[in-house]
């Protein structure tokens, strides 16, 4: 991939951030690392915080980026860049160990700050970027898991002893690329709240309120309530969405500065998915027209040809599926086939999954 030069005559962070910054043998990893860099930018990071994040409903998304966000949030998908140092954010992990748990390694983790009178409160938010809805295990419980060992994590960093006043409010947002239908453009919050069992005893609502779990749910414009983050995320991961129209509609729609870093990434991630998308459909027709050479010999070479055709776009669309986790619709737009043709293909992959 040739990389773009600057007017000065000096190559631009393109080549550090693909070759330093990705260390991935396929595209599809790259394609899925680029997209974490690109959501750990603040500007995207403090729209989804105002959106989702009750502590920023009544803020400003320039002054969540610059006055509530510490310090550079941290990718763990990948090293951080080496001329980003201050990426790294003293006193906390992107992994947290354990000898019984294991590790736990987080996409996108960084500090904040919540507004208020008096001292700010502390937050510790984590991003995830989930192209598979159905991994094996509902996503909610692993959001779940994903706040707790942050609770526990804050033991010895933090506080220490019984200082549990200390604890700092948890939030682990879900960035869903692929949900069912029936989820599509949807933000749902999970929580800890108070019940009233018996008489109606008050607690702080700051002393239980400590852990949230955030699933947004794309779902693209066919859907209802395709606006404000949900288009804005929708955009900037498209695989369909050319990377001159992202940032137009970035630009335009959402008043985000492209900096030369986040163009880069955006860059990397449209060029990725093109390469992706163009690796899928010539290796499931090379795949199908020799099937079809092979069989056109006895049939008839047109007919064997047609065959072949048809064959190699059913492995395209399944590459294409398994390389970037698409649908099977989401997979036949990328590969540009025609709608009238696409219930036969989905017949096909189905009729072909039972074999």
Same mark, same amino acid.
């Given at each position: 991939m040739p990389c773009?030069? $600057?007017?000065?005559? *000096? +190559?631009?962070? !393109?080549?550090?951030?693909?070759?330093?910054?990705?260390? #991935?043998?396929?595209?599809?990893?790259?394609?899925?690392?680029?997209?974490?860099?690109? !959501?750990? *930018?603040?500007?995207?990071?403090?729209?989804?915080?105002?959106a989702c994040l009750a502590e920023y409903h009544d803020c400003d998304v320039n002054d969540i980026a610059g006055k509530?966000?510490?310090?550079?949030?941290?990718?763990?998908? =990948?090293? +951080?860049?080496?001329?980003?140092?201050?990426? +790294?954010?003293?006193? !906390?992990?992107? *992994?947290?160990?354990? +000898?019984?748990?294991? @590790? #736990? @390694?987080?996409?996108?983790?960084?500090?904040?700050?919540?507004?208020?009178? $008096?001292?700010?409160?502390?937050?510790? =938010?984590? =991003? *995830?970027?989930?192209?598979?809805?159905?991994?094996?295990?509902? !996503?909610i419980k692993r959001g779940i898991y994903y706040c707790s060992r942050m609770i526990s994590s804050q033991y010895g960093r933090e506080f220490s002893g019984s200082h549990y006043e200390k604890l700092k409010k948890v939030y682990s947002i879900w960035i869903c690329m692929n949900p069912p239908k029936r989820r599509g453009n949807t933000i749902t919050r999970y929580r800890l709240v108070e019940e009233h069992l018996v008489g109606e005893a008050v607690e702080a609502v700051r002393n239980y309120d400590l852990l949230s779990i955030i699933m947004l749910c794309l779902g693209g414009p066919d859907g209802e309530n395709y606006d404000g983050v949900l288009r804005m995320l929708d955009v900037l991961l498209s695989n369909e969405t050319s990377e001159a129209e992202k940032r137009k509609i970035l630009q335009e729609d959402y008043d985000i500065q492209m900096t030369r870093t986040m163009d880069e990434e955006v860059s990397v991630m449209c060029n990725l998915s093109k390469g992706v998308i163009e690796k899928s459909m010539a290796k499931g027709l090379a795949e199908g027209m020799a099937e079809g050479m092979a069989k056109g010999m006895a049939k008839g070479m047109a007919k064997g040809m047609a065959e072949g055709i048809e064959k190699g776009l059913v492995a395209s669309i399944k590459n294409l599926m398994e390389t970037l986790n698409l649908s099977v619709e989401e997979a036949m737009a990328a590969l540009k086939v025609p709608e009238a043709e696409r219930q036969k293909y989905a017949d096909l992959l189905k009729e072909q999954s039972r074999q």
């Open positions: 773009p030069v $600057g007017a000065d005559g *000096e +190559v631009r962070r !393109l080549e550090t951030t693909i070759a330093q910054g990705l260390h #991935v043998a396929d595209e599809g990893a790259g394609y899925d690392a680029a997209c974490k860099r690109v !959501l750990s *930018e603040k500007a995207i990071l403090a729209r989804i915080m105002k509530y966000i510490e310090g550079q949030p941290q990718v763990s998908a =990948v090293a +951080v860049l080496p001329d980003e140092d201050s990426a +790294v954010i003293s006193g !906390l992990d992107t *992994e947290d160990k354990t +000898v019984r748990e294991g @590790t #736990v @390694t987080y996409d996108i983790r960084f500090r904040a700050v919540a507004p208020g009178t $008096g001292e700010p409160i502390g937050l510790i =938010v984590n =991003v *995830e970027a989930q192209s598979d809805y159905y991994p094996g295990y509902p !996503l």
